[in-house]
């Protein structure tokens, strides 16, 4: 039997990962093939003549699965009845600004945002915020919206996650679906720590640890983490914007994972709320590894974190805690 359309939110939907993302979302990449969907397309007056162009091109695509598509400025509208929320609407980073100069841009908007959901949206709605500083919009979105089940509201990490994944594959030219099990620690920023300790590679003769195979860990403690930390910049030196089609695709597999489950013995990596695991502290929204389960995650126990590690989960960690005074001292 043909199952129900899910309606998906998508705020910013004008915007440059917008336009990457509803396709994805209305092919089924979200969702699963199966699974049809009701777009439901947020983004602000200045904004709606583009919003009614994407909606035209969804409607040119003809994409078999999608059942409607509401294109709206009003926040009430655009929520009314949604079952997930990406939220992508926000202020970018522009080439030479640092995430905290958008913060007061943004955590307005998810404050405001906060309450349309709450009031709004399906009781079990899911919600990703991709946009930045996404850590701590989703804990504003989360303080503000105190209906909704904290473990329901999470943070883009995947994209980091991901770009850990193909660095591995590039260095070891092996491909980037046998590596698994990296891990982003942390804030959506340049003090995440992209984490290998326990990463391993599919291999003929077995899973093998990705430091004996790199075999050189001067490169996994220093270039690897750079690298993965600042690609967000080094795509806004080489586009003049954003990322985009990978921002999109990640947020897809956030998504996909979260509602149709991790695979057996591996891990992904979400932002979502700490309950102390690790000695996080608590409440803070921050990247763990976590398996999916029944539409629920959890976060991976047990795994051992070393000095180096543990000097970087901290300082990480020490970021998102001033964040969160800064968010809100712009609140006030
Ligand atoms: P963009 O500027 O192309 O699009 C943003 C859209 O949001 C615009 O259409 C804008 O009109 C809209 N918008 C602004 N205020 C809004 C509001 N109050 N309600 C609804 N819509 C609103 O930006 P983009 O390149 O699509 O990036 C979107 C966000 O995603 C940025 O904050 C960017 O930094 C972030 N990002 C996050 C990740 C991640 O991995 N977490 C990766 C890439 C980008
Ligand atoms: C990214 O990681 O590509 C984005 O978050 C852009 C940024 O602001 O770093």
Redesign the pocket.
Known sequence: MAKDPLRVLVTGAAGQIGYALVPMIARGVMLGPDQPVILHMLDIPPAAEALNGVKMELVDAAFPLLKGVVASTDAVEACTGVNVAVMVGGFP?KEGME?KDVMSKNVSIYKSQASALEKHAAKDCKVLVVA?PANTNALILKEFAPSIPEKNITCLTR?DHNRALGQISERLSVQVSDVKNVIIWGN?SSTQYPDVNHATVKTEGGEKPVRELVKDDEWLNSEFITTVQQ???A??KARKL??ALS?ASSACDHIRDWVCGTSEGSWVSMGVYSDGSYNVPAGLIYSFPVTCRNGEWTIVQGLNIDDFSRKKLDLTAQELTEEKTLAYSCLS
């Open positions: 980073r995430r930045n994209l959506h690609r967000g910049a795509i806004i954003s990322s921002a």
